[in-house]
């Protein structure tokens, strides 16, 4: 009964050294897997993407299982041992497609889904035994996401989405003025939320512009005597 119950748990004939490679190597690389897909998780999980943590960690560290399979499901005598982990980039292709969406007049999930897509690859780094590697790729990702972004903005080069909020009495002076200062900045106003709380009006706009451009448009904005308060914030669909 006992033997059965062995041979049952072993249903591939792997060698013996094939098992204490893989036992001894899975649990390294499957943890380091999980600690790089994390870090890159927190950059994306402090900028409220759909990303996060957790779903880093787990593409990362099951990116890394599938290529620990691979070679082993594969046996000593079959050459293509990169079978199983070739099938990984089609399937991160499809989870990446998912993250990018079309709303309004522009694209946004771009980044996200190519940081899904480069943490896959770091996963399978990892499932290979190149920590080095993956280290230096995580490094990459995270300069690339934080500092170059933050590059991209201080140089003006990079435009992003805020979403404007004019806080007035009069409503169709504040319209007014919106829609003379985005004609002198050369801007389209394209839709306008409108409600009221008592006396108070609100209107809130969307525009995609460079740093600058909105500096520009917040001080003609701030001039109008329409306007007796005006906020902007991040737009939650801005990648």
Not at 73 to 99: C, E
Not at 153 to 163: P, Y
Request: hydrophobic share 50%.
């Amino acid at each position: 009964m006992s033997i059965a119950l062995v041979q049952f748990a072993q249903p591939f004939d792997f060698s013996w050294f094939e098992q204490v490679v893989v036992v001894n190597g899975a649990f390294s690389r499957l943890i380091v897997a999980c600690l790089l897909g994390g870090l890159v998780g927190l950059e994306r999980e402090i900028k409220r993407k759909a990303s996060g943590v957790r779903t880093n960690m787990l593409i990362c560290m099951g990116c890394a299982f599938f290529t620990l399979l691979s070679a082993v499901l594969a046996g000593v005598s079959n050459p293509d041992k990169g079978r199983v982990a070739s099938n990984i980039v089609q399937g991160i292709g499809f989870l990446g497609a998912g993250l990018i969406l079309h709303n309004r007049n522009r694209i946004s999930g771009l980044t996200s889904a190519a940081s899904v897509f480069v943490v896959a690859s770091i996963g399978m780094a990892c499932g290979a035994g190149l920590l080095p590697a993956a280290a230096v790729a995580t490094a990459i990702v995270i300069v690339a996401l934080q500092v170059v972004g933050f590059l991209e903005r201080r140089a003006s080069i990079k435009i992003f989405s805020l979403v404007y909020e004019a806080r007035g009495r009069d409503q169709t002076a504040m319209l007014q003025s919106i829609l003379g200062a985005m004609d002198r900045a050369g801007e389209r106003l394209s839709s306008v939320d409108r409600d009221a709380i008592g006396e108070l009006q609100r209107l809130s706009f969307t525009l995609t512009a460079t740093k600058r451009q909105h500096e520009r448009l917040y001080k003609q904005l701030t001039a109008e005597p329409a306007i007796e308060a005006l906020l902007n914030f991040h737009d939650p669909e801005e990648d």
